[in-house]
């Protein structure tokens, strides 16, 4: 299939573009570069010894949008392009509902135009709030958003749903991660944080460089076994192969549907921290900080029904996850910016 990839020079997209080459798919990227390098791509490229078409320009460009659309003949699109930093969202709720809701839109405008109707989009476990219930299934009513980023995802799964409803011939596939980590095994495309990370992985990749003193645990008196937050860890290789299942599902035709992609397993913070220091030989120095604001005790999901319907399983386990975290952050300890 010839698969149009919107954020594909990021951290998911870049791996999924891998294993959609690897499949045998044709790649067309789109990518604004604000949260990315194009070098990633050339790295990408690398790795499968293939070659991806790419588009410097944003999503909510209707031009550049139609240009591809001309000028390849698209079979699906895979939807990752965003903002995704929860603690900016915050700040700045303009930009990220404008930029994640209204590309989205002009997409779905230019895709309807050019009778495109295959849609997979990344959602994520943050349109569950705090969950009802754990272990989360699809059936989980979704939640109270607690950051703005989180709305644009719950908001943007209505959108696609209301389209669907309104017109049955599209296909749509909501994916709602889980908690991405890891990198590709050669160590030449990985997560490649501005400033200081906000998410757990690469903050302790940072911290056994040295590159940061110790890590920060917040909060040890949840309700949990070892009263640090429990979450869902899922390798972002696995993540990528969802993907391309996903594809197979989407060529099936039949509608929308919803699946939540994780192990199903939760570990705690510091079951990550001590994995880490397994995997590595590293020991990762920490302190115990107050809570942050919005985090939930804990998000694991039953990932049974993506097994059942698209023959998908997550396979990493979390010391694999851990090694090959580290193998990238040695190999690129200032991101794309470092010679290759
Ligand atoms: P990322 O920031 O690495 O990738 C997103 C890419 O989209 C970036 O390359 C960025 O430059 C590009 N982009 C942003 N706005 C754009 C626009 N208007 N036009 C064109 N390109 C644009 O993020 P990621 O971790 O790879 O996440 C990919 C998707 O998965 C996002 O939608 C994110 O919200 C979602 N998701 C991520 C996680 C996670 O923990 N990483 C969890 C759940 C869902
Ligand atoms: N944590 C720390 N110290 C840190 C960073 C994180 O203790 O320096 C803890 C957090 O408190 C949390 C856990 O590590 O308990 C995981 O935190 P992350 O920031 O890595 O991930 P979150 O679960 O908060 O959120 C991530 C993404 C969201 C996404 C969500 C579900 O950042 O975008 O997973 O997919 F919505």
Same mark, same amino acid.
Request: charged share 20%; net charge negative; hydrophobic share 40%.
């Given at each position: 299939m010839k698969i149009l990839v919107t954020g594909g020079a990021g951290y998911i997209g870049t791996h999924t573009c891998v294993e959609l080459l690897e499949a045998g798919h044709e790649v067309i990227v789109i990518d604004n570069l604000y949260n990315a390098n194009e070098q990633a791509l050339h790295n990408v490229e690398l790795i499968t010894g293939k070659k991806l078409q790419f588009y410097n320009g944003d999503i909510a460009d209707e031009t550049v949008l139609q240009r591809i659309f001309e000028e390849h003949t698209i079979d699906c699109c895979i939807h990752f392009a965003g903002l995704k930093a929860v603690g900016e969202s915050v700040v700045k709720p303009l930009e990220y509902y404008d930029n994640n809701i209204s590309g989205t839109l002009c997409l779905m405008r230019v895709m309807g135009k050019y009778q495109v109707k295959n849609m997979i989009f990344s959602s994520s476990a943050a349109v569950y709030g705090n969950p009802a219930f754990v272990p989360i299934t699809e059936e989980c009513p979704k939640g109270i958003c607690t950051n703005p980023y989180g709305w644009t995802k719950s908001m943007i799964e209505q959108i696609l749903m209301d #389209?669907?409803?309104?017109?049955?011939?599209?296909?749509?596939?909501?994916?709602?991660?889980?908690?991405?980590?890891?990198?590709?095994?050669?160590?030449?495309?990985? +997560?490649?944080?501005?400033?200081?990370?906000?998410?757990?992985?690469?903050?302790?990749? %940072?911290?056994?460089?040295?590159?940061?003193?110790?890590? !920060?645990?917040?909060?040890?008196?949840?309700?949990?076994?070892?009263?640090?937050?429990?979450?869902?860890? #899922?390798?972002?290789?696995?993540?990528?192969?969802?993907?391309? =299942?996903?594809? +197979? =599902?989407? %060529? =099936?035709?039949?509608?929308?549907?919803?699946?939540?992609?994780?192990?199903?397993? !939760?570990?705690?913070?510091?079951?990550?921290?001590?994995?880490?220091?397994?995997?590595?030989?590293? =020991?990762?120095?920490?302190?115990?900080?107050?809570?942050?604001?919005?985090?939930?005790?804990?998000?694991?999901?039953?990932?049974?029904?993506?097994?059942?319907?698209?023959?998908?399983?997550?396979?990493?386990?979390?010391? +694999?996850?851990?090694?090959?975290?580290?193998?990238? %952050?040695?190999?690129?300890?200032?991101?794309?910016?470092?010679? %290759?």
């Amino acid at each position: 299939m010839k698969i149009l990839v919107t954020g594909g020079a990021g951290y998911i997209g870049t791996h999924t573009c891998v294993e959609l080459l690897e499949a045998g798919h044709e790649v067309i990227v789109i990518d604004n570069l604000y949260n990315a390098n194009e070098q990633a791509l050339h790295n990408v490229e690398l790795i499968t010894g293939k070659k991806l078409q790419f588009y410097n320009g944003d999503i909510a460009d209707e031009t550049v949008l139609q240009r591809i659309f001309e000028e390849h003949t698209i079979d699906c699109c895979i939807h990752f392009a965003g903002l995704k930093a929860v603690g900016e969202s915050v700040v700045k709720p303009l930009e990220y509902y404008d930029n994640n809701i209204s590309g989205t839109l002009c997409l779905m405008r230019v895709m309807g135009k050019y009778q495109v109707k295959n849609m997979i989009f990344s959602s994520s476990a943050a349109v569950y709030g705090n969950p009802a219930f754990v272990p989360i299934t699809e059936e989980c009513p979704k939640g109270i958003c607690t950051n703005p980023y989180g709305w644009t995802k719950s908001m943007i799964e209505q959108i696609l749903m209301d #389209i669907y409803r309104a017109d049955p011939s599209w296909n749509i596939l909501l994916l709602r991660y889980f908690n991405p980590i890891g990198a590709h095994k050669s160590g030449m495309i990985g +997560e490649n944080p501005n400033g200081i990370p906000n998410n757990l992985m690469p903050y302790i990749t %940072q911290v056994a460089a040295g590159m940061r003193d110790h890590l !920060g645990i917040f909060g040890n008196d949840y309700d949990t076994p070892d009263g640090t937050c429990i979450r869902d860890y #899922i390798h972002v290789m696995d993540l990528a192969r969802g993907h391309v =299942k996903a594809l +197979e =599902k989407i %060529q =099936k035709k039949d509608g929308l549907a919803i699946y939540n992609l994780g192990t199903g397993t !939760g570990c705690s913070v510091l079951d990550v921290v001590r994995n880490f220091e397994q995997a590595t030989g590293v =020991k990762i120095a920490y302190t115990f900080e107050p809570r942050r604001a919005g985090d939930i005790a804990a998000c694991y999901c039953d990932p049974s029904k993506a097994e059942r319907e698209l023959g998908w399983k997550a396979e990493c386990d979390i010391l +694999e996850m851990c090694a090959d975290a580290w193998k990238w %952050q040695q190999s690129h300890p200032n991101g794309f910016a470092d010679v %290759q």
